[in-house]
């Protein structure tokens, strides 16, 4: 299999020599470019169009929230995997509400990293255990239906089943296996189910089901 391409987003030099310095070490991985700048990442970004982007939160010219808005505009699925020092809940579910897929804080370890990077990659959604709960537990402010109501309940039966196994961080081709359908039916189902929610991106909908299926 081919590697997975990385780019990373910092714009502390330290840092982006470290990562791919650890990530050097992984043959899953490949770091294919760097960016210190919102600037400079949106352009770099948009040419090599890698499988995940590693992005801090802070940038010398603006937040790493713009970077993920711009990846989200790309024909292709480029995935976002926020890395960062800051665990404020508010910063997180900005970063969720950015588009990002996954949120974990710099003092991972290099086999984590590359196992989230590795699970972002593949379609699933990453948070950090540290804060998993708290951001959850926040996420009704985020995304609530401005009337009140639970867009959960304009689901069907199977959109439902689908969203659940969304939730529990499996794949698309995980859930048709599990389903016993085909991949493009599960895809659809995921389309219809975030058009419903009023959401653009799976960590979206995950975090929306953990809120409000109880």
Do not use: C, W
């Amino acid at each position: 299999m081919n590697p997975i391409s990385v780019f990373i987003v910092d714009d502390h030099e330290v840092v982006r020599v470290g990562l791919r310095t650890l990530l050097s070490r992984a043959p899953e991985v490949e770091v294919i470019g760097e960016a210190e700048s919102v600037q400079q990442a949106v352009a770099k970004i948009a040419e090599l169009l890698p499988d995940v982007v590693l992005l801090d939160v802070r940038l010398k010219d603006g937040s790493g929230f713009e970077v993920s808005r711009e990846v989200q505009k790309l024909d292709k699925d480029v995935r976002v995997l926020v890395l960062t020092a800051f665990s404020d809940d508010e910063m997180i579910m900005q970063a969720i509400s950015a588009g990002a897929d996954g949120y974990l804080l710099k003092e991972i370890g290099r086999e984590q990293l590359v196992e989230a990077i590795q699970k972002v990659a593949s379609g699933q959604s990453i948070l950090d255990p540290a804060v998993t709960g708290r951001v959850f537990g926040k996420m009704q402010a985020l995304i609530q239906d401005p009337n009140g109501g639970n867009r959960l309940n304009s689901l069907s039966a199977q959109e439902r089943k689908v969203l659940a196994l969304v939730a529990e961080g499996k794949t698309n081709k995980e859930i048709a296996a599990a389903m016993g359908l085909s991949d493009k039916t599960i895809k659809n189902y995921f389309s219809n189910i975030l058009e419903k929610l009023q959401l653009s991106r799976r960590s979206q909908a995950a975090a929306y089901f953990v809120q409000h299926s109880h």
